[in-house]
């Protein structure tokens, strides 16, 4: 019988999961229990949770997000966009970025244990599946190096098909954010042949995302994702990691009881149990120091807790804090590039409520037709203008078109009032006559437009044209 490969102990320049002659190796972490580990699940069954109810949730009648790119439309906790308000994106990814330096700067990688979708999915849905069907880490472990039974081919079976349905769902739950999750009940139901372009892109993210839990796993973070390797430009001495504190823990060794004859001998707390290297999701040694691969998951401080417990040690000989703190120096919270990164997170952030607040629910621009400016027929000039308008309210409205000129000023308006669907668009003619030389021209007048469903009021100026008036 084929034994299993020996466990090589990781190294600060090698990835743990890959061996010497570069082929693939598998990690499989070991489960721990502590305070960390309790917080981030729950962390990832709330976020989770958001995720799937996304779609689900009606605000204003309809999903609290829906992004209809092929209508250009897009709804977003109750309020309507459409492409002319692309825009505040610009805002929006400014203060996503900002905010992503603020927060690494000052909690490090938080993000990437915390609530990295990656770590989300791996973690809070396919390793526990993992863990129930094949069993705890020392028994995957021992299976690795057995040939196949048909009990082994059998569990290998049900995992794979559960990671395989999991992925289904997710992909599906991805989708409904673009089709809405009534839209992709009626596609299930249609069948491929109904909607070929969706049931084509639910194919191709269920595959991904089956290749990436299944087997890629951890090299998303330590090979594709850069964060990790521009977190050395983004933290300093006192941005908070998980660390080791070798001022405490070395020289490490197992600990020894003390004989009548041989007294104990003196050794750090880190009793070399090895407890903080299985259970790393990215297999690494939290005690060779700040590596890229951490994603400051906290597993091996509940690893480490645990077994300093056990030992009657005090707990925190792998802990949350700075490099500076390790090292026995204050942490300092405000830095000068904090609060540079907070005056940027928070000038994006105020960008974006402003470009919000100041929206108004509908668009509404008056153009002129093309060709000729004006018009002189009958003893009169005319002006010919044209209303768009865009109702981006997420219900129904009615929009009064209303214009002020000149008393002489004669305005036809074939359709004043405009009733429109949510995102609906409408164009309304309007024409201005003046009896030629009544009036001094060129000449302004204002267009208003008011919106029933939200009691906002559009003025838009516009400018009367005409031949110059004969000179007395």
Known sequence: MATAPQQEGPRIDQLSSIHADGSRRA????????????????????????????????????????????????????????????????????????????????????????????????????????????????RR??????????????RAVVKHGAWLGVSLLIAHAALSLFVSAGGLVSMVAGGPSAAPVAFTWAMAVTGALYFNFAW?????????????????????????????????????????????????????????????????????????????????????????????????????????????????????????????????????VGGFVWSVARRIPFEANLLRFQGTPYLVEAGSVRNQFEVHLVNKNPEESTFSITVRGPPSAQVVIPQAQVRLASLESFRVPLFVLVPQGSVEVPFTFLVEVADSASGELKRMEARFLGPPSPRR
């Not at 609290?64 to 109750?78: K, M, S």
């Not at 505040?88 to 244990?113: D, P, Q």
């Not at 400051?296 to 804090?321: F, H």
Request: charged share 20%; hydrophobic share 45%; proline share 6%.
């Open 27 to 138: 990690l499989h972490p070991s489960d721990v229990r502590g305070r960390f580990i309790t917080w981030r699940r729950v962390a990832f069954a709330v976020l989770i949770a958001i995720y799937v109810a996304l779609p689900l949730i009606d605000v204003g009648g309809h999903p609290a997000v829906h992004l209809d790119v092929a209508a250009r439309r897009f709804f977003l906790f109750g309020a309507t966009y459409n492409a002319q308000d692309f825009w505040r994106v610009l805002f929006l990814c400014t203060a996503l970025g900002f905010g992503l330096l603020f927060v690494t700067a000052w909690l490090g990688r938080v993000w990437c244990g915390w609530a990295c979708p990656q770590t989300v999915f791996l973690e809070g849905l396919y390793r526990p599946l993992e863990r129930l069907i094949d069993g705890p880490r020392e």
């Open 216 to 348: 890629f796993r951890e090299q998303l973070c330590v090979v594709v994702c850069p964060y990790g390797r521009l977190q050395s430009a983004m933290q300093d001495g006192d941005s908070l990691i998980v660390g080791y504190d070798a001022r405490r823990g070395e020289p490490r060794g197992r600990l020894l009881k003390a004989l009548p004859t041989r007294p104990a001998p003196l050794k750090g707390d880190c009793v070399d149990c090895r407890k903080c290297v299985t259970a790393c999701p990215t297999g690494i040694d939290i005690r060779n120091g700040l590596q890229m691969e951490c994603l400051a998951c906290a597993q091996c401080i509940d690893a480490c807790d645990e077994v300093m417990d056990r030992v009657g040690r005090p707990r925190g000989l792998i802990r949350y804090d700075s490099l500076n703190g390790l090292a026995g120096q204050p942490r300092r919270t405000w830095r000068p590039r904090l609060v540079l990164y907070a005056v940027l997170l928070l000038a994006s």
């Open 141 to 154: 472990l021992r299976q690795e190096g057995t040939s196949w039974t048909v009990g082994r081919v059998a």
